[in-house]
Structure formats: C-alpha cells, structure tokens
RNA sequence: GGGCUCGUAGCUCAGCCGGCUAGAGCGUUCGCCUGAUAAGCGAGAGGUCGGAGGUUCGAGUCCUCCCGGGCCCA
C-alpha cells in the first residue's frame, strides 16, 4: 500500500486571533480601562450632539453597602435599553443617580460613632454622614461600571447635593403656593427605639405573640336607664357593661369612646365572676365565641334573645374603667359608630384612642373627639395619665395594666394571640401608633390652580403613562384610591431640614416666598448651612417678614424631610436642571417601586407642574431561589452579586439578566448563572468560528452578489434577515429574554447546527479564490457583523472585542455601542424560497436518521462515508429538493453523494455504504477517485484545487 | 387579612382570539467525528401544563374554589 499522502496543508483551514476561551475575568477589565481612556461615555455623547433624546431617568439607589442582585438586574436592565436606543441613533443621557439622606446611614454612623455621639452637634454628625454617603456613591459607581454600564459617573446626581437640595425646596414651595402642605397632630407609626416617626417603607411586619383581653367598661346611670329600655338589661341588674377587645392593654388609658357598627346587631351576655352577676353588651354574633374565650360552659352563661342595632347605642355613655377624669378638653367616654367596626374576631365593641391608632384617628375626628396620646418619645407616659401609669413604658405596661383591670372586677378574659404587628426596620422593636406634630401633603385637598386634589389628579394621569407591565397601572390606582395624606416629617438629622420657622407664639412661617428664599439659600450654601446659621442669614435680610414675626423672635424648625420626598423631586432637581423635556421617556425600577419612587414622583410632579414626571414605566420583578423562595442572607440562599460576578465575568451576568422573564420572580443560584457560561461559549464559539473563516475575506472586493450565491447561503440571509426583524420587535418590547432565546436558537440551530457544518466543506476544501467559498464567506461576513451589533446591549465587552478584531466593518465608528443597529431591509434577499426550505430540512431530518440508522448498524462511522436515495411522489417535496440539487443536498446532509428519484409511493429516504473510495482530500466517497492517475487519492474537485495552485 | 401578580419538561422560555399525538434551546443519556478540538455533529429519553371542580363537541388556554410563591399594604 502506497503511502497517505497529507493534504492538510492543502485546505483554507479556519485561522483568528479571536480566542475560544473568553477569560473574562481578566479580559473584561481592560476593556474597561480602554472605553475609559477614550471617555466612552462623554465621546458617544457628542457624536449622538444632534440626536434626539431618550431619556431614562434613573431611580436613585440607597448610598450604602455593596451592590446585590437587585442591584445587578435594575442597572443591566437599564443599560440594554440605553445601549439598545444609542444604536438607533438617539442622544441617551444617563446620570446615575443615589439616595444619600436617611435612617439607614445616620444610624449606621451613630452606631460607629457610639458614645462619642453624645458630645457632637448635628453638624458633626451630619458631616460624618455625607463622608459615610460618599464613600459607597464611589463604591457602588465602580461596581456598577464593572458590570459595563454606561454613565455620566462624573457628575451624578446625589440627594445631598446642595443643588438637588434646592430643587427639592423648589418643588415644596410650588406644593405650599398650591395650599396643600400642613401640619397636624396624627398618630404615625413612632418607632421607640430610634424616636422618630417612620414611613410605611420603613416598617417590617414580624409575627409576634400578644396579649388579648376582654375589657368590661360600665355604664353609667343614665345610659342603664336606656338600655333597660332597649331590654338589653334590667334595673335591678347592676353590674352592666360595654365589652371591648383590644391586643394593645397600654392603649387603654388613652381610650376616649367605643365604637360599634351602625347596623351590627347587639345583644347582652349573662354570667357570673365570683358570684357576682354580670350583663356585657357585645355583638350578637360574637356572644357565643367571647363566652367560650372565658372558658364558659354551657348553662353558665346566657344569651338574651333582644338584639340591637348599633346606631341604637350611639351617644351611650360609659365610664372609663381606671381614668377618674377626662384628661381631654372635648367630650369622651360615649358609644360612637364606625363602619370599619367587624364581627371577624372581638367582641364588635371596638376600643378607640385616637392618638394611638389610624382609624381611631378617623373615627374620632367625625365625633369631635380630641387627639389624646399621653407618651413621650421614648415611649414612656406622661404627667396626665394615673398615678400606677406614669413613667412607665408603654412596651412594657401591658402586664401591669392587665393586672390593674382584674383588681377591678373588669377584666373578662384574656389569653395571648400570635399576629403580624409592624416592626421598626432599623431598631427591631415593635412600633406603636402615637400621635405627634407632623408636615403633611394632602392628598384630598384641592391643588389651588387645579382645581383638583393629589389623588384626583394622579387617578386621571395613570392612562396617560405606559405601563409595562400593563397591570403596573391597576397596582398602582390601588395604592392611590386608599394611601393616606403623605407624612413628610423626620425627627432626625441627616436630611434636608423642612424650611419653616416658628415665632415664640409657636406661629408657623412657611410660605412659598419663604421657602424659595431658603431654597436659594442651600443651593449655595447646602443644608448644612440650615443647623448653623440664623433665620436672617437663610432667609436673607431682604426678605419681608410677615406681621407677627420679627428676625429677634424666630426659631427654625427641626423636622427633616421624609427621604422618599426627596428623591419624589428627582424629575425636577435632575431632569429639568440638565434641560430634558419633562415628563421624561421612561423610569425603570423594581416592583416595589410602584408605591415608591414612582408614586412618590408623580404626586410632587403633579402638585408642581399638573403632569406625571414619565411617559412610561417598566417594572421589575425580584430574585426567588431555585424554589422560588425569597433570599436572604439569614436563610443561606442569597446570591452574592459580587461574588457571582468575579467568578464568571459581567457579561454573563447580563447574559443572565437578559435571559429570564424580569417581570416575573427571577429564580436565581450559582447554578443558574452557571449555566450561562454554555450559553455563552456557543456564542462566542460561533463568533470564532465565523472570524476565523474570513480571515482571508475582504468585502470590498472578493464579495459575491446575492443573485450569484450558493443557494444554502441564500437560505443563511434570509434567516439572518428575519432574526434582525424579530431582534429589534424583541428589543422595542422590551422583551430581552426573547432577544437571548432568538440570538441564542439563532446561533445553535441555524449556524452551529446547520449552517457552518456544511459550510466546512466549501471552506476549507474549494479553491481559496473560488467563487463557491468567496459566497459562503460574504454571507458570514454580513451575518458576523450584524450579529456582534444585535448582541452588543447585552454583551457589552464580548461585543466590543469582537467589533475590534472585525478587520472589515459596515460601520467607521469607534466603539460598536455607537454602531447603528443592522436593518432587516438592508439585507438584500427575499423570504420566497423559506417554503421550499422548511421542506428540505424536514428532508434533511429524516436524512440524518437513516444515518444514525446506518452508524448503529455500524456500517459507516462518519456520514460522508454514506449515499443518499431520496424518491417520492410527491411534487412539492421533489420541487423542493431539485431548488437546490442533488450536490447542495449531499452537502446539506454532509454525505458524500445524494439522488433524487420520482416515484410512484411515498417519499422513501434510503442511507446506503458508498461504494466509491474515499478522497483523501475531502474525506467524501466520490466515483472520480481513483479516477485521475496523477492523483489516484483525489476527487476531481481536489485534484483541480491542488494541482492549480 | 387585603390589593396586584405568578405557577407549562431538570433549567430558561414558546404556546395568538379555546381546536392535530403540548413545542424550542440548554442540560441529561447513548452514539459519531477528530481539519471549529478544554471544540463540532447526530439520535433518544424527559411534561397527569400546581390541584379540584365547572362551561364547552373540545381547555395549558375561559370561570370558580383550593394549594404554593413574590411584591406592596394592614
């Protein structure tokens, strides 16, 4: 046997310096560090000077610890779009922005100050705070860079900025000229431990156990007499009482009436304690249950059969069961009715203290009762209560005020219920209703040149704004319809102060004048300016001040701004100052936002200017563990975003973010990002692979028609075509999973799986010049360079280092992210032919299973060792196939021969055993080898390639 | 407890207005190739569409209830 001759050397074998392994972890950073040096940002900007604008304004992130998840997915999301909207040729300025002021940081700075706190003044705390705030704006911007987001991180926006500071009091003065700021005595979640007042946000609901009692309040003389009338009692009964329930005993001493459902009906309960015969008023539907709560066998109790409206026993009187006297200047200890009273558990008797609860509050207000809440900040009574009360903390009092209630006869039962109760988030400890000097904004009042309230102006807008998800809308209406006036006060110092003033009298001065007096004063000067100097120097000596006030008789008020308002007044401290047309195109947060950010700027928005600050919104939602559980750190199923991006590299991490449904949970491990590096690889192996195949291309003069291609190539443009279509629809929806999933079947089935198999034997073995090979490569030419700007929002740094080793660009542009998006009709190939191709890769399937047949059978090991028979009766088939030929088929298959037959039956595919040699060139079994005697090894096609050059 | 929302193969997703034996890719299993090689190709297995009722000739798709998540609130 003669020698194998090697032919290797022969073919145009792939060769890039475009790697297989990415090795992003080290080649990420210099990317970086390049679009640094060339101020990537700052020169897309000015080449995009006279674009039109897309404005996403972002949502500021709280200045504190490192970035997580969340965190990951906001600003990848973010960035996709921003990137994606820079590629259709608009101006997307990105001033990354964050939340500074707060609880979070004032007591993360108090805690490492520790004693040392009791000896600085505000102002030193404050500047320890501003150090605290700006040392993770540094950080957070260096992470968020990391991921390759792209920002203005020179000049964000910060909340402690003494310019967005103005334009925070700029918008307040607008809400005070509009008549709807005020201050109020309400009872606001008070956190105890951090003696403040709290924001909704600001509360954790934690299930704990709590003491429920059964509470007998007698009635007075007056009050028997009527209900002896109503037959609910008897005169000679003496021991009559109003039943309430209540899980708060401390509230008790703050008790100013009782409330019961207009139309609940009420009956009397009889039984004895300790011999002695009580009557207790109490919902008829409860009379039953509230006697068991005793531990009342039956025959021990009874039940009267006369039943009781509510509205009958308004105005009854009682007296209260340990308060001698009235400590309020307005009528208490009387029935009132209350519609938000239930029979769901109690006794439908309800306790009310209106400075200790919401709807009491409420309710109370409509009697005219007063607001009486006798606790001091930290939670212990004050002078007015009675004398086993004072100086006692109101945490801790329940046993004592239980204990106080069974000396007197009056307590009927109690036994201890497990419920959610509101926690502080900082402190921990449980938080209680109490009622304070608060700023509020209305909701309810009417915005004086509107005409309309907050609420009624927000429910009109929501339709005018786009929410995506659409159901964002009927969420957030909800959250309109029932939130309560917006308490904006702080009793703490890291903020920005409320700009009023106050005269000995304890007279307010707060008008927009004075507010935007003091808005210029701390754009200049910054808050800090507030905790130092006089009224005078605020407000300026110009300033006019109103009768009754005097610059020798002015103090400032100490309350600072509720954090959430603050950054509600981003679309004007960021927006309108860089000159963007408000409302803005788009706001883009998590969920949680709804109630948020997104409703807490659109009430300043419309109480200032009338409209919402956004024209549309999307939605995130929240990474759930791989069984959909929530993460924590304490459950040890939390995802550490720092640790995850290290380990495999930012891009895959986007890769990560654009693959799952952001609108739903995202489930989310180790493992689940792992499995992107597969993804990722098929990707970039793809990109190679396509690189690696040009290298020897130029397009400017080696391109070949498409009316002159190979009609498989053909068949490449026209998928690469619909797969632009379909990209962009994807990216205009903003549907990035379904950007990954297209790109991604893209790459896998149509490239990898058909398309650059067959192509290997027209690259490497045709004639280097050849026409066949020189059509295989335009295609891929064209669909390597589309391909690297449709992925390029999501792999940022993969895309550019490709677009870098692109010797032959469609576009002279520095940095693929400033490349223009490809364009489905500049691909120059019609959709006629897809009918006939979906034929004959169903053709081509069965193909390959005959094969697979044919190899388990071990007849042949490779299929170019195998022939092909394919013969039907079927027209469309035989059409199909004959568009293409029995050459291109064989190649489609990577066999070595293939032959169409008419038929009379159904259409048949038989794989057979060439029966030719084998090409030691191509490796396919053809009849010409053996056939040319100086290359008896050789088919033709490689006889001519190797003795031509 | 309330509002909004989600629940289709191990994973990530399709499945429009109800209509063939519920699809794709990945992963997995088995096999092939060794001229994309820490690559590439092929074939196979995998789902009682969260559960139970109901409407319908027909339901993953519509309705009701239940179970289990998530966000927000109480």
Sequence with gaps: ??????????????????????????????????????????????????????????????????????????????????????MLGYDTPYIPGWDCHGLPIEVKVMAELGEKALDMDKLEIRKRCQKYASKYVKLQSKQFSDLGVFADYKNPYLTMKPSYERGILEVFAELVEQGIVYKQLKPIHWSIGCETALADAELEYKDISSPSIYVNYPVDADTKAKMCELGLCNQDEENVYFMIWTTTPWTLVANLAVAAHPSIEYTSLRYDIGGKKCVSIVAAQRAEAIAKARGLEEGQYSISDVRVRGEELEKLRYKHPFVEK?????????????????????????????????????????????????????????????????????????????????????????????????????????????????????VDKKVANRGKSLRELALDSTSDVKWIPAWGEKRLRGMLESRPDWCISRQRVWGLPIPAFYNSNGDTLLTAESVRATAKYIGEKGSNGWFSDSPKEILGEDFKLPEGFSWD????????????????????????????????????????????????????????????????????????????????????????????????????LRLWV?????????????????????????????????????????????????????????????????????????????AFHKVFSLIYNFVTVDMSNIYMDVLKDRLYCDAKESQLRRSAQTTMHIILDGLIRLISPILVHTAEEAWGNLKFKSQDVETVHLALMPKADSV????????????????????????????????????????????????????????????????????????????????????????HSKCERCWNYLPSVGSISESPDLCQRCADVVNCS
């Design 326 to 442: 009235n400590p309020t200047e307005n009528d208490a200890y009387f029935v009132i009715n209350a519609l938000y009273v239930t029979v769901e558990d109690g006794t439908g008797l309800v306790h009310i203290a209106p400075g200790h609860g919401s709807d009491d509050y409420m309710a109370g207000q409509s009697y005219g009762l007063s607001i009486y809440s006798p606790v001091v900040d930290n939670g212990d009574y004050d002078e007015t209560v009675p004398e086993f009360l004072k100086g006692q903390n109101v945490l801790k009092v329940d046993p004592v005020v239980i204990e106080k209630l069974e000396d007197l006869g009056l307590l009927f039962a109690r036994k201890d219920i497990l419920h959610s109760y509101p926690h502080c988030w900082r402190s921990k400890m449980p938080v209680i209703f109490r009622a304070t000097e608060q700023w509020f904004i209305s």
């Design 1 to 86: 046997m003669s020698e194998k001759k090697n032919y290797r050397k022969t073919l145009n074998l792939p060769k890039t310096a475009f790697a297989m392994k990415a090795n992003l972890t080290q080649r990420e950073p210099q990317i970086r560090k390049s679009w640094e040096k060339q101020k990537m940002y700052d020169t897309i900007r000015a080449q995009r000077e006279n674009a039109p604008k897309y404005i996403l304004h972002d949502g500021p992130p709280y200045a504190n610890g490192d970035i997580h998840m969340g965190h990951v997915i906001n600003k990848v999301l973010k960035d996709i779009v921003l990137k994606y909207k820079t």
């Design 658 to 734: 654009s693959s799952v449904n952001y609108q739903e949970d995202m489930r989310c491990n180790d493992e689940i990002i792992g499995r992107l590096q597969d993804a990722y690889r098929k990707i970039r192996n793809t990109l190679r692979y396509l690189f690696s195949n040009i290298d020897d291309f130029d397009p400017t003069t080696q391109a070949v028609a498409t009316k002159d291609m190979v009609e498989i190539d053909r068949w490449a443009l026209s998928q690469y075509k619909k797969l632009i279509e379909h990209v962009l629809a994807a990216y205009e929806d903003f």
């Design 828 to 915: 120059d190939i019609d959709s006629s032919n897809d009918a006939k191709w979906d034929i004959i890769l169903e053709i081509r399937d069965e193909a390959l299973r005959s094969l697979e047949a044919l190899r388990e059978a071990k007849e042949i090991a490779s299929n170019q060792e195998a022939m092909i028979v394919v013969s039907s009766n079927n027209q469309e088939i035989m059409e199909a196939l004959e568009m293409i030929g029995e050459e291109q088929f064989a190649s489609l298959c990577i066999i070595s021969e293939a032959k169409f037959e008419k038929s009379d039956t159904d259409t048949v595919i038989k794989a057979s055993k060439s029966p």
């Design 553 to 652: 008789d002015l103090h400032k008020e100490e309350n600072i701004f509720d954090v959430w308002f603050e950054s509600g007044c981003s679309w004007h401290s960021v927006a309108k100052a860089a000159g963007w047309d408000v409302p803005v195109d788009l706001y883009l947060e998590g969920s949680d936002q709804h109630r948020g950010w997104f409703q807490l700027s659109m009430l300043p928005a419309l109480g200032a200017t009338g409209k919402p600050p956004f024209k549309s919104v999307l939605t995130h939602g929240f990474t759930v563990d791989a069984k959909g559980m929530k993460q924590s750190k304490s459950l040890g199923n939390y995802v550490n975003a720092q640790e995850e991006i290290q380990k495999y590299g930012s891009d895959i």
